[in-house]
Each structure stands twice: as C-alpha cells, then as structure tokens.
C-alpha cells in the first residue's frame, strides 16, 4: 500500500527557520496537504499542492517535488505557538479516492 | 471554530456494544469525511460522503457504517466494539466534491472501550 514517512520529533528556536520533510510512495499519488494539530485538538489545514513548486502562505511555505516523491513544509520566525504536530496527507488516486496520512511530525519551539 | 459539529464529545462504552457518532459540516458543505486517529497509528481515513452519496472509502472496518442524510449530517456507526477501537474520531467537511479543497475538522468525538 501507500506510505508516507516524516520524522517523528523536531525541536527548533523561536525566530528561527526548520524545514519538515515528508517523502511518499510516487505512483498513485496526486496532491500533498500539510496540516497543523495541537495537542487534543482538531487539525487545521496549512496547505496543499498539486503542482511541482513552492506554494507560499505567510510564514507557511510547502514544496513538492511529484517526480522525487518528496514534499517539505517551511515555517519561518517560529513562535511558541507553532509547537504542535505536523500532518503530511496525500490524496492517493489508484483505485477509489483515499488521503493517507502520515504519523505527524511532533515540533517544539524552544525559547 | 471551524464550523463542523460533533456529537458526543465523550463516549466511554463497554466491548462487543454499538455507539453511534453524529457530525454536522459547515452550512453548505456537501462533503463529509470521516477518520480515526489512535496513538499507535496517526489519522485514519475512513470513509467520504458527498450529498448523500459514498465517495470514498479508506480502511474502514465492516464493523463500522456510516451515511449522510438529507440534510446533510452525517452518522458513523461502530458496532461489536472492541478495545482496540478506543480513539478520536474526527469528521471534517468540504464545500465540493473535489478531493483538493481544504477541509475543515469538527472538534472529535473520543471513543472509550472498556
């Protein structure tokens, strides 16, 4: 079956800049989301792609790369509130229509 | 607050009884979709419902059931529960059909088996 892999805990400073990867399974695969999930609550979407490139929003930018079955999620001038976990989803188009989420990237900002 | 309705909140039930999980998507929202999320195993799609119609289906058990109504809510049934199926589930809800539009989460339901 499908697979996405992103790595489990990342911890970065406020003010600074990280970069989470997420890398997938390239056949079948046709649109990356990210998500943001704070501890109990609901996740809420960040952004998509479908196209190769840099999508920008804000502070929030997200990269796919269709052929390399890779994607990142960049979040500039951190800030404590950012602490939460990060969903990479892709929507997986082979057969009937299903997202596939990844296990979530854990990220604390740090003082 | 995102729009999406969940009820209950809290459910804490025994193994082998039946519960049933109520979602109300944003007004004017067709589609509904149903996930899973266990500790051991990250956000479960289930099941896609748009006006009233099956979409989608994910890794959903036949155990568990689900259906949009006319007006649009949507019930996911779990039957013959088991502890295993202890966990949040969360309905989310999009204005279309198409699966690129972003989707909007109600606040969970969290199942208990006991």
């Known amino acids: 079956g499908q697979n996405i892999d992103q790595p489990t805990e990342m911890t970065a400073t406020e003010g600074a800049i990280v970069q989470i990867n997420c890398t997938y399974q390239?056949?079948?695969?046709?649109?990356l989301f990210w998500y943001q999930q704070h501890a109990g609550e609901a996740p809420t979407f960040l952004s998509y792609n479908v196209l190769d490139g840099l999508e920008e929003k804000g502070r929030f930018s997200s990269f796919l790369s269709r052929s390399k079955g890779y994607s990142y999620l960049l979040l500039k001038e951190l800030q404590m509130k950012d602490s939460a976990s990060y969903l990479c989803?892709?929507?997986?188009?082979?057969?009937?229509?299903?997202?596939?989420f990844g296990t979530g990237t854990r990220l604390k900002v740090l003082a | 607050d995102s729009g999406v309705t969940q009820t209950p909140k809290h459910l804490i039930t025994a193994t082998g009884q039946r519960v049933t999980l109520r979602c109300s998507p944003r007004s004017g929202d067709l589609s509904v979709y149903w996930y899973q999320q266990s500790l051991d195993q990250g956000l479960q799609f289930l099941i896609q419902?748009?006006?009233?119609?099956?979409?989608a289906k994910g890794n959903i058990l036949e155990r568990f059931s689900a259906q949009q109504f006319p007006d649009l809510h949507s019930e996911l049934n779990l039957s013959s529960l088991e502890l295993g199926d202890s966990a949040l589930y969360f309905c989310?809800?999009?204005?279309?059909?198409?699966?690129?539009?972003?989707?909007?989460f109600g606040p969970g339901t969290r199942l208990t088996v006991l």
């Open positions: 390239t056949s079948g695969f046709n649109g």
């Open positions: 989803a892709g929507l997986d188009t082979s057969g009937t229509y299903k997202y596939i």
């Open positions: 419902y748009y006006n009233g119609e099956e979409r």
């Open positions: 989310a809800s999009t204005s279309g059909d198409s699966s690129y539009n972003e989707q909007f």
